[in-house]
């Protein structure tokens, strides 16, 4: 089973230790090989229920599943994103995440690890993560991933918060935003339900020769698997 490596802010490790942590750490330089499946960095104020659904299987898994069968196996039944929403508060199974895909990624990691641990996001993003160079991929993308995960996807402050706070770093690449639940019930991309992957999408916009940032909301599109 794959180990993490961990930055843990809340056990009052000094942010002054992050400097050296990246000289030994850096994504591009620690290999799934090696049996590390990603690297995070938790929040000082990261809660143990919290940390606890990073690191351990979720215990809800169970009844959350036998729901949503329940659920898609009735023709009857309209799923939509609100279908999910309800089941995550139900079922306390509320993290999310924005996703970020890079080949060049130390510097944005480094970057983003500072500003994160020197409190530049809101107070709902619980940890953040990348993954190492995946030695074992025969595709040659070469492609890390990072994630910077936050406590409610269904709280739109915290969630646009967070792409906020990415843009001022500043990360300019497309951005994708998906639920921990999704997750938890395999709905992932070309899943049979039709259903999208993510719920949010932030991408640039040009507006009269001034370039930004637009977050559209995936999830309302229509999308019904029936």
């Not at 919290?50 to 729901?67: A, M, N, P, T």
């Not at 409190?119 to 993003?125: I, R």
């Not at 915290?158 to 938890?184: A, D, H, Q």
């Amino acid at each position: 089973e794959d180990k993490p490596i961990i930055f843990d802010l809340s056990s009052g490790r000094s942010k002054m230790e992050l400097n050296d942590w990246f000289k030994n750490t850096a994504p591009s330089k620690i290999c799934r090989s090696d049996g590390v499946g990603w690297i995070y960095i938790l929040s000082e104020t990261i809660a143990n229920e919290d940390r606890k659904r990073l690191f351990e299987s979720y215990e809800g898994i169970v009844s959350l599943r036998q729901e949503w069968s329940k659920i898609n196996e009735n023709p009857e039944n309209e799923v939509t994103f609100e279908t999910f929403k309800d089941l995550a508060e139900k079922h306390d199974c509320k993290h999310g995440k924005w996703t970020i895909h890079a080949q060049q990624v130390d510097d944005i990691w480094q970057n983003l690890a500072l500003a994160f641990a020197y409190d530049k996001f809101p107070k709902g993003t619980i940890a953040i993560k990348v993954s190492p160079f995946d030695d074992l991929d025969t595709s040659g993308k070469n492609e890390h991933v990072i994630c910077v995960i936050n406590k409610d996807m269904s709280d739109e402050n915290e969630v646009f918060g967070v792409e906020k706070s990415l843009r001022n770093i500043p990360i300019r690449g497309e951005l994708m935003y998906k639920p921990n639940i999704y997750t938890e019930l395999g709905i992932y991309r070309s899943n049979k339900f039709g259903i999208r992957p993510t719920i949010y999408k932030s991408v640039k916009k040009v507006v009269g020769g001034d370039s930004g940032f637009e977050i559209q909301n995936i999830a309302k599109d229509e999308w019904l698997y029936r």
